[in-house]
């Protein structure tokens, strides 16, 4: 079975903390996305990579930043967490045309405290 | 841009009764169309899809059909479970300027009772 896991299930970590949330794909997939999803907002693409160092910003890329070294990684820092980025974290990957879809981690449910 | 438009929630229904949540899209191009299905606390999984007009998605009895036409997705069930209360989105991919990023509904939620 295709797998995307990210590394935790469950973070708290403090204001002002730089934070790491890392996220591993075993299906040699092109693209690579981070998302947080929010009540009532829906999913909102945080930033995204179709190749190795290759990065673009999506629709909310403040606050945020991210790195793909390898390509089955990709990390997403918070520079300097704050409470507003209290959310839950989803990761996904696929092709890159997509046609068959996006596989997503289990998420990341981070709270800034 | 593209878009994609569900019914919002929730959905609540009995069990055993037909379900329906309806999704319509915008796009330019001929998008992939799909239906997700995320449990609580869980991230989303890919239900079922459909590459081109008239394709037929199904999967664990749920079924889906792209109908160009009418630029709809919409997502059946004949009876529903317990187990089947969840949130539900559509979604489509497209070239955008040579990327294919994903857009999303906003998501429906669907409650079965016993």
């Known amino acids: 079975d295709v797998k995307v896991t990210q590394s935790s299930r469950y973070l708290v970590k403090r204001t002002g903390e730089k934070v790491f949330l890392e996220c591993v794909q075993d299906m040699d997939h092109e693209n690579m996305f981070w998302y947080r999803q929010d009540p009532g907002l829906g999913l909102r693409l945080i930033y995204f990579s179709y190749d190795v160092k290759m990065k673009e910003k999506g629709d909310i890329p403040e606050g945020y930043s991210v790195s793909r070294e390898k390509k089955e990684r990709f990390s997403l820092i918070l520079e300097s967490a704050s409470t507003n980025q209290t959310s839950m974290y989803l990761c996904a990957s696929s092709l890159y045309t997509g046609r068959n879809g996006y596989t997503f981690g289990s998420g990341t449910r981070l709270t800034v405290v | 841009g593209n878009s994609v438009t569900q019914m919002e929630g929730p959905v609540t229904l009995s069990e055993e009764a037909f379900l329906t949540i309806n999704c319509t899209y915008t796009a330019t191009g001929y998008p992939s169309l799909f239906w997700y299905v995320q449990y609580p606390g869980e991230g989303l999984q890919l239900l079922l899809k459909?590459?081109?007009?008239?394709d037929k998605g199904s999967n664990k009895g749920f079924e889906a059909t792209y109908r160009k036409e009418t630029t709809s997705f919409h997502l059946e069930k004949g009876s529903v479970q317990v187990s089947d209360s969840a949130v539900y989105f559509c979604?489509?991919?497209?070239?955008?300027?040579?990327?294919?990023?994903?857009?999303f509904g906003r998501g429906t939620s669907l409650i079965v009772h016993p």
């Open positions: 979604a489509l991919s497209v070239s955008s300027g040579g990327s294919y990023i994903p857009t």
């Open positions: 459909a590459t081109k007009a008239d």
